[in-house]
């Protein structure tokens, strides 16, 4: 891995010198699939290329503010508000009723606090009210209707997640009766995760689950371990992808711990994939699980078992939109264990 590190650097940082203007977009894409970039503090690593502009208001934020927690807020409520994002917040896919339900959760590294809600309807921030049940109770999650109610007691009203397109699309759905096939359109989420210029480790990630799933279900993304982990003498780690996959391994509770006993953290993200693949009955491509982490010196790492998966990072010197690495079945059984 060494030597994919010098070829990225001057990726990223060509990029930088293009842009002129630090913490602007560079919308770099590397095809070395490599992440290996500088460390660098403050850094936020987030899923997805609709991660890019959420990093840059987190780091916007924080260094205007100084509050990390405000800066996840802030990133992740951007794509929760973004109608035209199918996968997070408002437009979201309704589940197989018709019904948008949102799960996120927020953790805090310093005090290894956490806040968390599944299952909401009509509330168009679960990350802030993720955070409140953080600060404002004894408790670290709430469901459905209980966070609902604890959202209005909080001061949020009620906004209507269901567009008039995904309404349209949700009825083509139900007049078929079929059941959802998994693909790209159908589900992702926002995991982020920043690291402040001390190392101190944050994340939040938000999402409406997998389309037309059955109501109730709630996946990865809101349960603390699986699609969101910090530790702050270690760092952070998120996922993206079917939450069932993710949540029966506590993934990211597991690339921390790896990163914990030394790797890097794309050393981590591979070693995470790899185990689960070796051990679950679904080959890579049907677990279709995808990971972020960093480190709480600003090493970032990125890889899936989905070759579109793409992950943005953004420090003082920019932003750059990246493939991640795809790992194959062929290339875990080739690879021995680690
Ligand atoms: N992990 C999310 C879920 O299962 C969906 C995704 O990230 O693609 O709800």
């Given at each position: 891995m060494s030597d994919s590190l010098p070829l990225s650097r001057r990726h990223f940082l060509a990029g930088s010198a293009a842009s002129?203007?630090?913490?602007?977009?560079?919308?770099t894409q590397s095809t070395?699939?490599?992440?290996?970039l500088p460390a660098a503090r403050p850094t936020f690593i987030s899923t997805w290329r609709f991660g890019a502009p959420a990093n840059e208001l987190a780091l916007k934020t924080y260094q205007e503010q100084g509050s990390m927690l405000d800066a996840i807020e802030k990133g992740i409520g951007l794509v929760e508000a973004d109608?035209?994002?199918?996968?997070?917040?408002?437009?979201g896919i309704p589940n197989a009723e018709g019904v948008v339900q949102v799960d996120a959760c927020i953790m805090s590294g310093p005090d290894h606090d956490a806040g968390s809600v599944a299952?909401?309807?009509?509330?168009?921030h679960p990350i802030s009210v993720a955070r409140k049940v953080m600060e404002?109770?004894?408790?670290v999650m709430l469901v459905g209707d209980g966070a609902k109610s604890f959202a209005l007691d909080q001061g949020y009203s009620t906004t209507p997640l269901l567009t008039d397109s995904q309404k349209t699309k949700w009825e083509k759905w139900k007049e078929k009766q079929s059941v959802p096939e998994i693909d790209e359109q159908n589900h992702d989420t926002i995991a982020m995760i920043g690291v402040d210029s001390e190392g101190n480790v944050f994340g939040g990630c938000s999402t409406s689950g997998w389309?037309?799933?059955?109501?109730g279900r709630v996946g990865d993304s809101p349960i603390i371990g699986s699609g969101l982990y910090v530790d702050n003498e270690v760092g952070g780690a998120g996922a993206t992808g079917i939450g069932e996959n993710v949540m029966r391994y506590c993934a990211s509770f597991m690339i921390v711990e790896a990163m914990r006993q030394g790797l890097s953290p794309q050393e981590a993200c591979e070693a995470t994939i790899e185990r689960i693949v070796r051990k679950d009955s679904k080959n890579a491509e049907e677990l279709a699980i995808n990971f972020i982490a960093v480190n709480r010196d600003g090493e970032i790492g990125a890889a899936g078992t989905s070759k579109g998966f793409q992950y943005s990072v953004t420090t003082a010197q920019g932003t750059r939109v990246d493939n991640a690495k795809a790992l194959t079945d062929a290339e875990i059984i080739e690879g021995g264990n680690r």
């Open positions: 002129g203007i630090a913490g602007t977009a560079l919308a070395d699939a490599s992440p290996q109608v035209s994002n199918a996968s997070v917040g408002i437009g299952g909401v309807e009509d509330i168009l404002e109770t004894r408790h389309g037309y799933k059955v109501p």
